[in-house]
């Protein structure tokens, strides 16, 4: 236990006694880190924008007028019994004009043009939800059905799949920039978690040298400068779990705005913060090691 708290005391010695050099090198940690939570983020940004929009996707189906009801719901009826289908909604002739004179009541010249016909130019409506979006090429493809085709006077399929398409190359392309700042700050934070140690190694040298006279272990030498890595790691976590969780408390009521509904970042946080903030400090403290281990074996002659 001696030895155990006494090597503690000499990692807290080397990092106050570098005390800029250690602020430099936690703040390149940070940053290493600060970027792999973006990645995080748009992570999941990308999947809740997906899922928003693959939730607003149907295919809206227009009768002819003359269709019966009874036709327009037969047509239901055998769509609601596909294993593709996750619900149909019938719009009614009636409820289709009366929808049509609600989004245009402020134009003059269609709600003029309505008055002068003498019946319902609109006829009902099926408006179908897939259970996925894969499934409408095979939907459409039903829907062309001679059976049908004599009822249907038209399809609007809303394809999202464009947007959807556009949502992941721009989010594909923000994570490979995300990736590749990851990847150099972890680079810097290699080299500047080296240049500590040598650092480090230098200032105590007179010290490590007595040590060594009097029989100590070259693991007992070697342990201060390990855990101060690791030290490193603890403190760029911390500081990156303060940052995220402000900037998710600051940017979140902005990103519920623009999905129109909550989206629950916070809450993701919260339910893998074991996965993300203690896996990062693993990882971290993984390399700050490896980088620590390096520099001893080039610089400490034990």
Same mark, same amino acid.
């Given at each position: 236990?001696? %030895? ?17 050099l *250690?602020?430099?090198?936690? %703040?390149?940690?940070?940053? +290493? ?5 973006? &990645? ?7 999947? +809740? ?5 693959? *939730?607003?996707?149907?295919? *809206? ?30 719009? %009614?002739?009636?409820?289709?004009i009366? /929808? ?16 002068e ?23 459409l ?9 004599s ?10 799949? +464009?947007?959807?398409d556009r ?18 700050f ?9 240049? +500590? ?6 200032t ?15 693991w ?37 705005? &623009? ?9 993701? &946080? ?30 400490? /002659?034990?």
């Amino acid at each position: 236990m001696i %030895s155990f708290f006494r090597i503690i005391k000499f990692a807290f010695q080397n990092f106050w006694r570098n005390f800029w050099l *250690s602020i430099i090198t936690i %703040s390149i940690l940070v940053l +290493t880190l600060f970027t792999i939570n973006i &990645f995080v983020t748009m992570n999941f940004l990308t999947q +809740t924008a997906v899922s928003a929009v693959q *939730s607003k996707i149907d295919v *809206s189906v227009y009768f002819n007028p003359e269709a019966s009801e009874d036709a327009v719901k037969n047509v239901r009826s055998y769509l609601l019994g596909l294993s593709q289908i996750k619900d149909v909604t019938y719009i %009614s002739a009636d409820e289709a004009i009366a /929808k049509f004179r609600a989004e245009h009541e402020d134009n003059a010249e269609i709600m003029a043009s309505l008055e002068e016909l003498e019946q319902n130019p609109l006829g009902a409506t099926l408006v179908i939800k897939a259970n996925n979006p894969d499934d409408y090429p095979f939907i459409l493809e039903t829907l062309n059905n001679p059976e049908f085709t004599s009822y249907i006077q038209d399809k609007n399929f809303d394809d999202h799949k +464009t947007i959807i398409d556009r949502i992941d190359s721009i989010t594909g392309k923000l994570q490979k920039s995300a990736l590749v700042l990851s990847g150099l700050f972890m680079l810097i934070a290699i080299l500047i978690v080296m240049n +500590t140690i040598r650092v480090a190694i230098y200032t105590h040298r007179e010290e490590i040298g007595i040590m060594k006279l009097v029989g100590a272990s070259n693991w007992f030498v070697r342990l201060p400068f390990l855990v101060e890595s690791v030290m490193y790691s603890l403190f760029a976590t911390g500081i990156i779990v303060g940052i995220v969780y402000l900037s998710v408390l600051f940017t979140e009521p902005y990103l519920s705005s &623009f999905f129109e509904g909550p989206i629950g970042l916070l809450n993701y &946080f919260n339910a893998n913060f074991v996965l993300i903030f203690v896996g990062q400090f693993i990882g971290m403290s993984i390399i700050c090691i490896l980088s620590t281990s390096m520099a001893l074996g080039k610089y400490l /002659k034990v």
